[in-house]
């Protein structure tokens, strides 16, 4: 647009130039014929000398730079033209003699020409200006800019005109470029759904109506004649002042053309928002502007801060992250954070709880873990998450004891925390730099090893309550089950004895028993007491509770056989059970006493889709199924010692 306007520009000078030229050739003819008449006249001088004019007049005719055609007042017939008239009319020059001259004027240009033409004829003006049409013999048209004046010459007994021609086609093609150009900006300009302002002199000189409704006001005017920075807070986010800001982007973006930046401004109520803007020099009614798209970038900030935030923090516990603490270690690193304290700590029993109880309370517990570090810690403390169940603590400006106070405190809070019925069980291990010249990749070893020392001593305590509370839960959620477990333990116990088993292997089946269901603490309520038959996808979720039953026992010391017994006791003696299909002996001999424990108390006990069977028929089954799915051998001595 900035290259119409130019032109434009560019056009109206040479047409000045033009007109200049025309009124310096209008006076040498008025001239000339002054001279003519002085001549005819005064008959001072010879013929010669008239002679001479003569030809100097017809010298300037042909050879004038415009369109020159004489005509009679009366019929408005052309008598004689010059070479340049032809060439602009686009005919022959014996072509346009004789011919009125409103038979090659465009029919809708006629009447304004003639009535110019009528009122020189009546002496009410001397001549005139106007743009006109002229029609080629192709049909094409070409534009014209005419100045018509009388000439005290007479052609057959009336008075001559002579109307001198420039074409001006390009001219107003440019112009009708430009017409268009600006009619399409301004319907851009009106339209647009970004805020657009133009600045002068760094004031707003017109915007659009988004911008109107981009600000927050009600009109135009209370837009326009304001600075940048009277839109914008009083400091950028930099710091930096907003009209001091404002100042050296305009002077850069006049100098060097476009500029994209980011910007606050302040809508009519207060509000301050980001926006990023387009300065663009233009030109416009012959001045340079700038152009200034704004675009609201809230919500492209909110993403970067969130994608910030995703970067350093840790999104479960919205404490920072491993990639931060990296980074904070580097910059704390220096002798004027000495003492620096790392403190490394570690969630007791996240596995077990993620096993026993879903891993939704795991993450609330690994939450509830980073809230009690931040209630321990002190402000300026960095606290983060380096993933699973691993928390640090980066204490700069603090010694071992400070150190300790901090933990106790931690501690302090853990202790009135619960989750569910677990309780918080949290080991810490810490280390502190020095000397600057200490390694602290070795003092964070050193951290984690006096940590993981430490969680040797209190992990097992901890998977101990921890597995008590699963089974009160688990006997909470169903209280058949609790019933159903302490049979089956008393069975077990009973058949330890019957197969004459030591006492420690007696105990060890009777704790079997009472834990052989703990992986149901991961089924749903809703699928453990459903009066109905199960679903395909029920049964199969039941069918987990063994694998689940064997990774939460497993964790604990000195229940490793336990758990791998727990794992099999749904193992058919035909290879036909789950979870791993083992067969006959395969499966361990404490497995196949619990299998039928659990199927005699299952058959004669209470259940929700049906109820007990008589002693008699349970017993049937078992003799049925021995050798299918039971031990025979365990199977008699079930029925015919512990049953009698």
Not at 290 to 297: F, G, K, N, Q
Request: aromatic fraction near 8%; charge should be negative; charged fraction near 30%.
């Amino acid at each position: 647009m900035s290259v119409l306007f130019y032109t434009l520009v560019r056009l109206m000078s040479n047409l000045r130039r033009k007109n200049e030229e025309l009124q310096a050739y209008i006076q040498q003819v008025t001239a000339a014929q002054e001279e003519l008449r002085f001549h005819y006249n005064q008959n001072v001088e010879s013929e010669k000398k008239l002679s001479i004019s003569e030809e100097k007049f017809r010298t300037m005719f042909e050879q004038a730079p415009l369109g020159i055609a004489l005509s009679d007042t009366l019929t408005g017939k052309l008598y004689q033209i010059n070479p340049k008239f032809a060439e602009i009319i686009g005919r022959k020059m014996e072509e346009v003699v004789g011919i009125d001259w409103m038979s090659i004027t465009h029919p809708d240009d006629v009447q304004g020409n003639l009535k110019n033409s009528v009122l020189v004829n009546d002496k009410k003006i001397k001549g005139f200006n106007m743009s006109k049409r002229y029609i080629k013999p192709d049909g094409s048209v070409v534009w014209a800019k005419i100045t018509v004046a009388t000439l005290n010459l007479e052609y057959k007994g009336s008075i001559s005109e002579i109307c001198m021609v420039e074409d001006i086609t390009e001219q107003k093609l440019n112009e009708d470029a430009l017409k268009s150009s600006e009619y399409t900006f301004r319907k851009l300009f009106e339209g647009s759904s970004d805020a657009i302002l133009l600045l002068e002199d760094y004031k707003v000189i017109d915007c659009n109506p988004a911008a109107i409704e981009f600000l927050g006001y009600d009109s135009k005017s209370k837009i326009v004649g304001k600075t940048t920075w009277e839109l914008s807070p009083e400091r950028q986010p930099d710091g930096i002042p907003s009209m001091e800001k404002a100042l050296d982007i305009n002077k850069y973006a006049q100098n060097k053309g476009k500029y994209k930046f980011e910007w606050w401004l302040k809508k009519e109520n207060g509000i301050e928002f980001p926006v990023e803007i387009m300065l663009t020099p233009i030109l416009l009614n012959g001045k340079q502007v700038l152009h200034a798209i704004w675009r609201d970038v809230s919500e492209r900030k909110l993403l970067e801060q969130k994608l910030e935030y995703l970067s350093y923090k840790d999104v479960l516990t919205g404490l920072y992250n491993r990639r931060f603490f990296e980074e904070e270690l580097k910059r704390l690193n220096v002798q004027r954070n000495l003492p620096l304290t790392i403190v490394m700590a570690d969630v007791n029993g996240l596995k077990l709880i993620n096993d026993s109880f879903g891993h939704a309370m795991g993450d609330e517990l690994l939450k509830k873990v980073g809230q009690v570090i931040v209630r321990g810690c002190r402000a300026d403390d960095v606290i983060a998450r380096l993933g699973g169940d691993e928390f640090v603590i980066l204490l700069p400006k603090t010694d071992t004891n400070e150190t300790e106070q901090i933990v106790k405190r931690i501690k302090a809070h853990a202790l009135k925390e619960t989750i569910g019925s677990i309780e918080i069980s949290i080991s810490f291990g810490w280390e502190t730099k020095i000397d600057r010249e200490e390694d602290i990749r070795e003092i964070l070893k050193k951290a984690e090893d006096y940590m993981y020392k430490r969680k040797l001593y209190e992990s097992p305590s901890m998977r101990g309550k921890t597995i008590n509370a699963i089974i009160s839960t688990l006997h909470e959620k169903n209280k058949r089950e609790e019933q159903h477990s302490h049979r089956v333990s008393a069975l077990c116990e009973c058949m330890g004895k019957a197969l004459g088993l030591p006492e420690g292997e007696v105990e060890e089946l009777k704790t079997v028993g009472l834990l052989h269901d703990i992986g149901k603490i991961a089924i749903e309520e809703t699928t453990l007491n459903k009066p109905g038959a199960l679903t395909e996808d029920e049964w199969e979720d039941i069918k987990r509770h063994p694998e689940i039953g064997y990774r939460i026992l497993s964790t604990v010391n000195d229940m490793a056989e336990i758990a791998e017994y727990i794992l099999y006791h749904h193992e058919k003696w035909d290879g036909q059970g789950y979870p791993k299909g083992l067969k006959g002996e395969d499966i361990p001999f404490q497995s196949r006493i619990i299998a039928i424990v659990d199927a005699f108390d299952a058959m004669t006990s209470e259940r929700s889709y049906r109820s007990a069977l008589p002693e008699e028929v349970a017993i049937e089954e078992l003799l049925k199924n021995s050798g299918i799915q039971f031990d025979p051998e365990v199977v008699s001595v079930f029925v015919e010692k512990v049953l009698k």
